[in-house]
């Protein structure tokens, strides 16, 4: 049997998959940002509660001629309802405007990462009740 000279086409064959190291590495992004969107994914929920009780406040208000006393209670209510902790009912914002009241929820939320690194995510969702 005559033994095949080596090539560098036989090299390539034999080289194939992954390092360890190269496999750490990756497994190390792909934990980070799974870890982040575990972090953040509360924080996003709890918004979807706040858009939803403002929207819930325009969808019950609209064109009922309502007061910024009711509105203030439907809002305190449904954060009771929804289990909102993030905010209170007194940080939402119920301003008249031109032919009715705009309802703005604008807040902060800070959330740990790793370390002393946090995640600070801002909110504006608004809704405008009209008369």
């Known amino acids: 049997m005559v033994a095949k000279p080596y090539t560098r086409q036989c090299s390539k064959h034999r080289q194939a998959g992954m390092t360890t190291l190269g496999l750490i590495i990756l497994v190390t992004f792909v934990g980070i940002f799974a870890f ?11 918004y979807m ?8 406040v325009h969808t019950e208000f609209e064109g009922q001629n309502a007061t910024r006393a009711s509105i203030r209670s439907s809002v305190a209510r449904r954060f009771d309802i ?12 119920v301003t008249k405007v031109d ?5 703005a ?3 902060s939320h800070k959330a ?9 995510v801002d909110f504006d969702k608004r809704a405008l009740v009209r008369r």
Do not use: Q, W
């Open 36 to 46: 982040a969107g575990i972090r953040l994914t509360p924080v996003y929920l709890n």
């Open 49 to 56: 509660k706040v858009a939803g009780v403002v929207s819930g």
């Open 82 to 93: 929804e289990s909102v902790g993030i905010i209170t009912a007194r940080d939402v914002k």
């Open 99 to 103: 032919g009715g009241y705009e309802v």
């Open 105 to 107: 929820a604008t807040y």
């Open 112 to 120: 740990p990462f790793i370390g002393n690194i946090s995640f600070v």
